[in-house]
């Protein structure tokens, strides 16, 4: 049976509302995959903000990580990023625990995740603002931490892209505390991130 192929296209600021083209093509396309790893760094994990849950995430982020490689699909790392004079940083008045300084072995991503090639995205605040540029079409985040930065971008991304499926798959992720792990998951699900 031949399928219609619909394209929703969200791409021209100048359209009130979004282009809706429906084409004759017979195949369907194949959305490209993209896994986000957020900040899956040294820190995050047993440094200077980690937890044991986050060091419980490793294997299974390097396990997921190892799927999308396999398969030949994109992956996108982030590197939460500082510098000196951290402290006095809105940031660093909230979270006074200096952390990610570029360069410094926390800063880091965790050895054996990083796929070469792969982009590296350096981050200077919890959600990136240049996803835009990335033309995602199918989006899974995993990483560091649930309740601040996975949640940030999700959104960000649900809200530049909101034909796409955006997941999260909630044994690769670590909250801040297991309670505001659980409450981040409730937030990305009602606003219909999907997690796994
Ligand atoms: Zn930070």
Redesign the pocket.
Request: aromatic fraction near 8%; glycine fraction near 6%.
């Given at each position: 049976m031949e399928k219609k192929h619909m394209h929703i296209s969200y791409q021209s600021d100048n359209l009130a509302y979004p282009e809706i083209i429906i084409d004759d093509e017979t195949e369907e396309e194949k959305p490209k995959k993209t896994l986000i790893v957020i900040d899956m760094q040294n820190d995050f994990i047993d440094g200077a903000l980690g937890t044991k849950e986050a060091v419980a995430i490793v294997d299974n982020v390097k396990k997921k990580i190892k799927e999308y490689a396999d398969r030949g699909d994109e992956i996108i790392f982030t590197q939460?990023t500082?510098h000196e004079g951290y402290l006095w940083t809105n940031?660093g008045k909230h979270l006074p625990v200096e952390?990610?300084i570029e360069g410094s072995n926390g800063w880091k991503i965790r050895e054996g995740l990083y796929v070469e090639g792969s982009p590296c995205i350096l981050k200077f605040s919890f959600g990136y603002t240049g996803w835009k540029d990335y033309d995602l079409e199918d989006v899974e985040l995993v990483g560091l931490c649930t309740d601040i930065c996975v949640v940030s971008n999700a959104l960000i991304i649900k809200a530049l892209y909101p034909e796409i499926p955006v997941k999260v798959d909630s044994s690769c992720c670590a909250g801040v505390t297991p309670e505001s792990h659980e409450a981040a998951l409730q937030t990305m699900k009602m606003c219909q991130v999907e997690i796994l």
């Amino acid at each position: 049976m031949e399928k219609k192929h619909m394209h929703i296209s969200y791409q021209s600021d100048n359209l009130a509302y979004p282009e809706i083209i429906i084409d004759d093509e017979t195949e369907e396309e194949k959305p490209k995959k993209t896994l986000i790893v957020i900040d899956m760094q040294n820190d995050f994990i047993d440094g200077a903000l980690g937890t044991k849950e986050a060091v419980a995430i490793v294997d299974n982020v390097k396990k997921k990580i190892k799927e999308y490689a396999d398969r030949g699909d994109e992956i996108i790392f982030t590197q939460d990023t500082h510098h000196e004079g951290y402290l006095w940083t809105n940031e660093g008045k909230h979270l006074p625990v200096e952390h990610c300084i570029e360069g410094s072995n926390g800063w880091k991503i965790r050895e054996g995740l990083y796929v070469e090639g792969s982009p590296c995205i350096l981050k200077f605040s919890f959600g990136y603002t240049g996803w835009k540029d990335y033309d995602l079409e199918d989006v899974e985040l995993v990483g560091l931490c649930t309740d601040i930065c996975v949640v940030s971008n999700a959104l960000i991304i649900k809200a530049l892209y909101p034909e796409i499926p955006v997941k999260v798959d909630s044994s690769c992720c670590a909250g801040v505390t297991p309670e505001s792990h659980e409450a981040a998951l409730q937030t990305m699900k009602m606003c219909q991130v999907e997690i796994l």
